[in-house]
């Protein structure tokens, strides 16, 4: 089973600035990563699949970016909507899919 | 827009079976292409992938929930369901209905989400 690990677990920025999101893998799953955003009380919102492909909708703002093990999700500058928390997500080992434990963005 | 709605009891009994079902608007189960998916989000936490069903009724269960676990569709009414048996505190959790892909990786569209809890 592949272990998806987000850091940090909490990011306190403020608008404005660039927000940085890390994912890592402990095997490769090639460029097959997603990543969402969850807001209070919602359901999961995909923004990026297959690394760094943005959902439809998806402000050019956000960016994804690595493959194989190290996967990276970029806010370039934070809008006050952008503070949530964010998972990545993996299906290397099909049909299993794994989640990434979150990284809290809020802010500073 | 497809869009899938969960529905069922918010409060199940410790040992008992949680039963879920989630309707599809905007699209067709049918069609193919796409896996039916039920994830969780225990309090707190993060998600957790429970299973899938294709509209041919082929299933995948995540193994640690695999035993307890039932998926079922009903192309009918567009609906497809979840049964989990022996339920414990445990199980409480938000669940959440998604469409994922069988070309793809990632799921598109989810469910509101809906809070059982299980309790006595």
């Known amino acids: 089973e592949t272990v998806l690990t987000q850091s940090p677990a909490t990011l306190s920025m403020s608008p404005g600035e660039r927000a940085t999101l890390s994912c890592r893998a402990s095997?490769?799953?090639?460029?097959?990563l997603a990543w969402y955003q969850q807001k209070p009380g919602q359901a999961p919102r995909l923004l990026i699949y297959?690394?760094?492909n943005r959902a439809t909708g998806i402000p050019a703002r956000f960016s994804g970016s690595g493959s194989g093990t190290d996967f990276t999700l970029t806010i370039s500058s934070l809008e006050p909507e952008d503070f949530a928390v964010y998972y990545c997500q993996e299906r290397s080992n099909w049909p299993l899919y794994t989640f990434g434990q979150g990284t809290k963005l809020e802010i500073k | 827009q497809v869009q899938l709605l969960e529905s069922g009891p918010g409060l199940v009994k410790p040992s008992q079976t949680l039963s879920l079902t989630c309707t599809v608007s905007?699209?067709?189960?049918?069609?193919?292409?796409?896996?039916w998916t039920w994830i969780r989000q225990l309090p707190g936490k993060g998600l957790e992938w429970i299973g899938n069903i294709y509209y041919s009724g082929s299933t995948y269960y995540n193994p640690s929930l695999k035993s307890r676990v039932t998926i079922s569709v009903d192309t009918s009414k567009n609906q497809f369901s979840l049964k989990l048996s022996s339920v414990t505190a445990a199980d409480t959790a938000v669940y959440y209905c998604?469409?994922?892909?069988?070309?793809?990786?990632?799921?598109?569209?989810w469910g509101q989400g809906t809070l059982v809890t299980v309790s006595s």
């Open positions: 297959d690394a760094s």
């Open positions: 998604a469409r994922g892909g069988t070309t793809v990786t990632y799921f598109d569209y």
């Open positions: 905007g699209g067709s189960i049918s069609s193919g292409g796409y896996y």
């Open positions: 095997q490769s799953v090639r460029s097959y």
